[in-house]
């Protein structure tokens, strides 16, 4: 469900209650940059990006 909306980017993912996540982002997989942190929830979590580099970009979600 990841997609582009005009300058931005966004996805969802699945949280849990209690645990803390960051989205970190990447041009080259080796450099990770934390983007947000979110406290996780029982609903569907949406990351939304603004204004995302028009280059090729990497997300992941991790729990610390």
């Known amino acids: 469900n990841a997609r582009r909306i005009g300058a931005d980017f ?6 849990q209650p209690g645990r803390s996540y960051r989205v970190l982002g990447s041009t080259n997989l080796s450099n ?8 996780g929830s029982t ?19 991790v729990t610390p």
Request: avoid cysteine; glycine fraction near 0%; hydrophobic fraction near 30%.
């Open 43 to 61: 609903n569907t979590t949406t990351f939304r990006q603004t204004n995302a580099p028009p280059a090729r970009n990497f997300y992941r979600v």
């Open 32 to 39: 990770w940059t934390t983007l947000q942190t979110l406290n």
């Open 10 to 15: 966004e996805f969802n993912f699945q949280t």
